[in-house]
């Protein structure tokens, strides 16, 4: 719940105490009605919301009623005729002095003070010029006159607060929307569908509504996205190891290697024509499917964010996707045997990647063509603008990966996962998914190696329902 929203909530819990009451059925009221203001509150995104639904909503009346029932509750007519009696007699000898007199009412400049806080909090961020100027607009009813009941019909009537309102909340959803990823339709969307929801400039309740649907409908597309985000990783690993058991039989530094090799090119060849299969009968989806999705091809490539909206990305080569496609479509998915694949002349050759983890010059490179792209875009203006410490935080929530920094947020590697064999087959280097030349042919049958598919199968046919045709 936002701070001062609770502050607000908390007052008008502390006057509903004030009236006690033994009576169990307003007992009862009582608690229901806190229980829906706090739930209220919870809904509301900040106090201008809230105070304004709370003013003009059904709960502000339920309190005035619950009040006037406990107040009857405990009134005596008797002595209330008596106190009733005592103020009059008080009231007609006393003399009404100047200093007696009840304050006079605030002027509408005074009165619309209350928003100066968050005025200045918005102009420090420099971007947010449409909630400035719907900010501006308020303040110039002081301009029209000083009497605040005149003041706040005109508020009323043109709307300035809903539309303040409005107009902050769709300029806030249209600068994340210019600094997010483009491919990530999942969270673009809700982003988009809030956008509109202040645009048609609907009341705080209908927001709310709206709002608590998108998040379910959000849900949904975010689970499908994080399926597609497996399933890139997942046949690009595949590709990767198989093509590294390839070279190893091609290059055939000695037997052994040869062996590994050949074991490790065609267990993958069939884990991918599994996955395939898979794919087809739970999702309704190909190959050609995949190969048309901008953001699966996007996740085939291994991308390591470079800014918070992970806008930008460091990726394997974009050559390697035409190789993936070839291999898939040529070699995995074909009727070739194993042996014409190995003798197959492969047009595209996936390409390894730069040692990044022990070059910081390269990742300082790509942070600042990163930087130099993002330049112009009002979010990341803003960024720029806090302090040293403050970008660090919001980097380590993000999960950016900074320059130098070990980067652990990818449980897929594929940076890391494409370590060539070493001709003179001692071992030493021979990496293949954490299998050296020393395992066996019985230990790679086994599959002594973590790989992505069957995590991939199993989510597959978890989440087949939101993808079955």
Request: proline content about 3%; some cysteine; overall charge negative.
């Amino acid at each position: 719940m936002d701070k001062n929203v609770k502050l607000i909530v908390d007052g008008y819990i502390s006057q509903m105490d004030e009236y006690k009451t033994t009576d169990p059925e307003l007992k009862k009221e009582v608690s229901e009605w806190k229980a829906a203001v706090y739930k209220f509150a919870e809904e509301c995104e900040n106090i201008q919301v809230f105070s304004t639904s709370m003013l003009e909503g059904p709960l502000f009346t339920q309190m005035s009623d619950l009040i006037y029932k406990i107040t009857m509750e405990n009134y005596d007519e008797t002595q209330g005729a008596a106190n009733a009696e005592e103020v009059q007699k008080m009231y007609d000898s006393a003399s009404l002095t100047q200093d007696d007199a009840p304050p006079p009412l605030p002027t509408i400049r005074e009165y619309l003070e209350q928003y100066r806080y968050g005025y200045d909090v918005i102009k420090e961020t420099k971007y947010r010029k449409k909630t400035i100027k719907a900010y501006d607009d308020l303040f110039a009813v002081a301009d029209r006159t000083d009497d605040l009941m005149e003041g706040q019909i005109i508020i009323e009537k043109e709307g300035l607060v809903r539309k303040m309102t409005a107009v902050n909340g769709r300029e806030v959803a249209e600068t994340l929307l210019e600094a997010m990823d483009p491919l990530f339709e999942a969270v673009r969307g809700m982003t988009e569908e809030t956008a509109e929801q202040y645009a048609d400039f609907l009341t705080p309740e209908e927001i709310t509504y709206r709002s608590s649907v998108l998040k379910i409908e959000t849900i949904k597309k975010v689970n499908r996205s994080q399926i597609f985000v497996w399933l890139g990783a997942a046949w690009a690993l595949l590709t990767l190891e198989y093509q590294k058991g390839k070279r190893a039989v091609h290059a055939w530094p000695d037997d052994k290697t040869a062996r590994i090799g050949f074991n490790l090119m065609n267990n993958r060849r069939k884990r991918m024509r599994q996955l395939h299969k898979t794919m087809v009968e739970v999702m309704g989806i190909t190959w050609d499917d995949l190969m048309a999705n901008e953001f699966i091809k996007n996740n085939m490539l291994g991308p390591v964010s470079l800014d918070i909206m992970a806008r930008c990305k460091r990726t394997l080569l974009a050559d390697n996707i035409d190789a993936i496609d070839e291999i898939v479509r040529e070699e995995v998915l074909s009727d070739l045997t194993i042996l014409e694949v190995l003798k197959r002349n492969q047009k595209t050759i996936v390409a390894g990647n730069v040692d990044h983890e022990k070059s910081n010059q390269t990742d300082e490179e790509y942070h600042m063509i990163a930087s130099e792209k993002n330049s112009s875009i009002p979010y990341f203006i803003y960024m720029e603008s806090l302090s040293d410490e403050d970008k660090m935080i919001i980097n380590k929530q993000a999960n950016v990966k900074l320059p130098g920094e070990e980067k652990k947020d990818s449980k897929i590697d594929l940076f890391n996962n494409f370590d060539d064999f070493d001709s003179s087959g001692n071992g030493e280097n021979n990496k293949m998914s954490g299998m050296d030349t020393k395992d066996t042919k019985d230990n790679i049958l086994k599959e002594k190696t973590t790989s992505p598919t069957k995590t991939a199968e199993s989510t597959l046919k978890g989440l087949g329902r939101f993808f079955k045709r």
